[in-house]
């Protein structure tokens, strides 16, 4: 198998798997309880803590341990809808279903939600999120980087904005970033960022599954939308799944930006090689994308029957989001960015990782393209 699907997952990392062992049998302990192994539990809880918050460039009171990008996200949005009871939220148009599912929710609930286009290349400009705050918005979420088309947000630039604005109206307008694409290639330094919350997801940088965390800037008040035995300071009760922790902070310990490079040229050959076949189109800016993403539409090549027919063939991509690949619709982020139903139905997300070599993006790329002749010529409907 070719897996070209990074950005859906990725595998644990060797060296994550043997840190996190040892707390499914041996330090196995409630890290709730005081006795002396809890607290060693405890200590390498506080231990991953610390780490997650070097990483953030934060104080590790600023980092809460959450399930996932998805639970992140929701604490994040709900925490500040139920501190405020009513507001404005701004949002973008192109989000991922944690973000867009949460502030339509919120929308049913009585909030006003602002969502913004994206640009054709894929971006949200600075400017149009400072045209649409208002001194009842109280929340701004927007991606770093996005997760079907790999564009790169000017996060900072937004943030820096959005801190004016409070500035010059007396607002407290809280500004939020699901960062779970960007973690392995992007700065995550919040202050450089500008941002008040950040979202992170373990598996999305060879860490394991069920296994997050949230950047809170000291000062920010969130609701908790989990209520229990006060863990995580009461943000997110329940007993705290020490594995995953240590694996997730193992996983940001090992990010290695020397691979950034590689895959930039690798994903480079790859756009190359796919544009070669006739009437294909990029999907999202040539180059302020992220390093490993490459997402192309192939007119008259339905993209569930390619990614069936490539996984025959030994394969695995996908055409958007994994977290929404059920689903029949056209992708939300195609459709925002100004592709046809027809067209969005076409596209194929290709994600590389650390290990994918040339040798295996030219077998890639010859398997694709006869995939899309073999589909195209059994078409009802597609002209040459």
Excluded: W
Excluded at 72 to 78: E, K, L, R, V, Y
Excluded at 243 to 258: F, Q, S, T, Y
Excluded at 293 to 315: C, H, K, Q, T, W
Aim: net charge positive; glycine share 8%; charged share 25%.
């Amino acid at each position: 198998m070719i897996y070209l699907d990074h950005a859906s997952t990725t595998p644990v990392d060797p060296q994550v798997l043997k840190a996190m062992l040892p707390y499914f049998s041996n330090a196995f302990a409630n890290p709730s309880s005081l006795y002396r192994d809890a607290l060693k539990t405890r200590a390498a809880i506080e231990g991953a803590r610390e780490k997650i918050a070097k990483f953030f460039g934060c104080n590790s009171n600023e980092v809460i341990f959450t399930s996932g990008g998805t639970e992140s996200d929701n604490m994040a949005i709900f925490g500040v809808a139920k501190n405020h009871r009513k507001g404005h939220i701004i949002t973008s148009q192109f989000e991922h279903p944690a973000v867009l599912n949460a502030c339509r929710e919120l929308e049913s609930m009585g909030f006003r939600v602002t969502y913004l286009k994206p640009t054709r290349d894929g971006f949200i400009r600075s400017q149009d999120v400072i045209s649409a705050l208002t001194r009842n918005t109280i929340l701004v979420s927007i991606m770093y980087a996005n997760n079907e088309i790999g564009t790169i947000q000017p996060i900072s630039e937004i943030g820096k904005a959005i801190k004016t604005f409070n500035k010059n109206n007396g607002t407290a307008v809280v500004f939020h970033s699901d960062a779970c694409q960007a973690t392995g290639y992007l700065d995550m330094n919040v202050t450089k960022l500008n941002v008040d919350l950040l979202t992170i997801n373990g598996s999305k940088i060879y860490g394991p599954k069920g296994a997050g965390a949230l950047f809170i800037k000291a000062g920010i008040k969130l609701k908790p939308i989990i209520f229990g035995g006060g863990q995580e300071r009461s943000l997110r009760s329940g007993t705290e799944n020490t594995p995953a922790i240590i694996g997730l902070a193992k996983a940001v310990d090992l990010i290695d930006r020397k691979s950034v490079k590689k895959e930039t040229e690798l994903r480079d050959f790859m756009i190359d090689e796919l544009l070669k076949i006739e009437k294909s189109e990029l999907n999202g800016s040539r180059n302020n994308r992220l390093p490993n993403n490459v997402n192309i539409s192939f007119d008259g090549a339905e993209g569930e029957s390619a990614v069936l027919y490539l996984d025959r063939e030994g394969i695995a991509c996908s055409t958007g989001s994994a977290c929404s690949s059920k689903s029949l619709e056209p992708s939300h982020v195609l459709l925002s960015i100004g592709q046809t139903k027809e067209r969005a139905h076409c596209s194929l997300r290709f994600t590389l990782g650390r290990k994918n070599t040339k040798m295996e993006i030219q077998k890639a790329v010859s398997k694709i393209e006869s995939v899309i002749k073999n589909i195209r010529q059994m078409s009802a409907i597609y002209e040459k």
